[in-house]
């Protein structure tokens, strides 16, 4: 197969596009590759420390950065600086580099992305020989201010408190130092406080409060630093120290099951179980919304007699409270018990029934008359 030949112009063009893909690359490993050390920064003259990107002055070099975002001077999104020289001395440049801190040297623009007090120097040789360096820094932070919530009281069950609770915001900016925090409890205000108005203040700032009414509170802290990054950070607290009420029903028998219940009610972390002690422990009873109830099996194991019967409430928070009541067990008296109530009643009937009363007085007249009978035959 005979090879395709090329047309003259198409040669030229594919010469020069390989000598541009030649250039870029070389300009790309000139960037990691140039070398400039500290004697030739020090045989540098200095220039300006930095100016805006599009006003240029009678200095030969400067550094373009971008108008600070942030409150204060400071940067908190990420930005891209260059080094620049003046219209007039473009041409006479042999290279322009920048770097940041003691970074690789970068031609073109440099990303700044990550916080910090950052030194940035640029460098520039001209054909003859003759080396520029400015220098400035950047105030950069990226970081919100942080917080930590502290409560403390004395500790219930599952997350409540059952005394009044002593609560300490404390909030602190590990860069540019905090400018203000304010703590607020269910969307009220109760601090504010600020620094000293200086950057780079570590001091620790700290609220308190104190919470007295037992429910659940909202604690939410938000915090401003020198940058002007903001941080809110919030806390549940949950505080019952009241304990629950507790009622026991009078039950409608005595003997064989009986069925014990009553009512109970709590504050805001709600009853969680109810138990019932018949002499030989505590043990679980139903609950159903705000009643409780639990059958007590006497017909076999238990003697007749009175007996102290206890119930514990116990509520989320693990405040307990006990109700006691007496109750008498008749399985084996009642049946005479029974007739003799009966018996009772049905005298009390007679003494007061009208009727019984009308018999009583016929009965009293008859026997009345036999003996008035019975005593005229004996005076004949």
Excluded at 99 to 106: A, I, L
Excluded at 179 to 202: C, K, P, R, Y
Excluded at 203 to 209: D, V
Excluded at 283 to 307: E, F, P
Aim: hydrophobic fraction near 40%.
């Amino acid at each position: 197969m005979e090879m395709m030949k090329m047309k003259p112009h198409m040669m030229s063009m594919f010469v020069i596009a390989l000598m541009l893909l030649f250039f870029q690359i070389g300009i790309v490993f000139g960037v990691s590759e140039l070398n400039i050390t500290a004697s030739e920064q020090d045989q540098a003259t200095e220039t300006t420390e930095s100016l805006p990107p599009n006003d240029y002055s009678d200095e030969i070099l400067g550094i373009a950065l971008p108008k600070a975002d942030g409150n204060n001077g400071w940067y908190r999104y990420p930005f891209y600086v260059s080094a620049y020289v003046t219209k007039q001395y473009v041409k006479e440049m042999k290279y322009v580099a920048i770097r940041k801190d003691e970074g690789p040297w970068v031609f073109g623009n440099l990303l700044i992305d990550e916080d910090g007090i950052i030194k940035l120097t640029a460098f520039a040789e001209n054909i003859r020989g003759g080396k520029l360096i400015a220098i400035t820094t950047v105030k950069v932070d990226f970081t919100p201010p942080e917080a930590s919530i502290i409560s403390t009281a004395k500790q219930g069950d599952n997350g409540w408190y059952l005394s009044p609770v002593n609560v300490e915001v404390q909030g602190w900016d590990s860069l540019s130092g905090l400018d203000n925090m304010v703590m607020t409890i269910n969307h009220q205000t109760v601090g504010l406080v600020a620094n000293s108005g200086v950057d780079f203040e570590e001091k620790l700032l700290t609220l308190q409060s104190t919470l007295v009414q037992d429910g659940i509170h909202l604690i939410s802290a938000r915090l401003t630093d020198r940058a002007g990054n903001s941080g809110e950070f919030e806390s549940i607290i949950k505080m019952d120290f009241s304990q629950p009420q507790l009622t026991i029903n009078r039950p409608s028998s005595y003997f064989g099951d009986i069925r014990l219940q009553g009512s109970f009610q709590d504050g805001p972390s709600g009853v969680r179980e109810i138990f019932v002690n018949l002499g030989e422990g505590w043990l679980s009873a139903k609950m159903s919304g705000n009643q409780w109830r639990h059958i007590w099996k006497t017909s076999q194991k238990v003697t007749d007699g009175k007996y102290n019967i206890q119930v514990k409430a116990v509520d989320q928070a693990g405040n307990e409270s006990i109700s006691v009541k007496q109750i008498e067990v008749l399985n084996h008296q009642w049946p005479f018990v029974g007739l003799i109530g009966v018996a009772w009643v049905f005298g009390l009937t007679a003494l007061f029934d009208p009727r019984i009363k009308a018999w009583k007085g016929i009965c009293n007249d008859i026997r009345l008359i036999l003996w008035q009978i019975t005593e005229g035959r004996h005076n004949d």
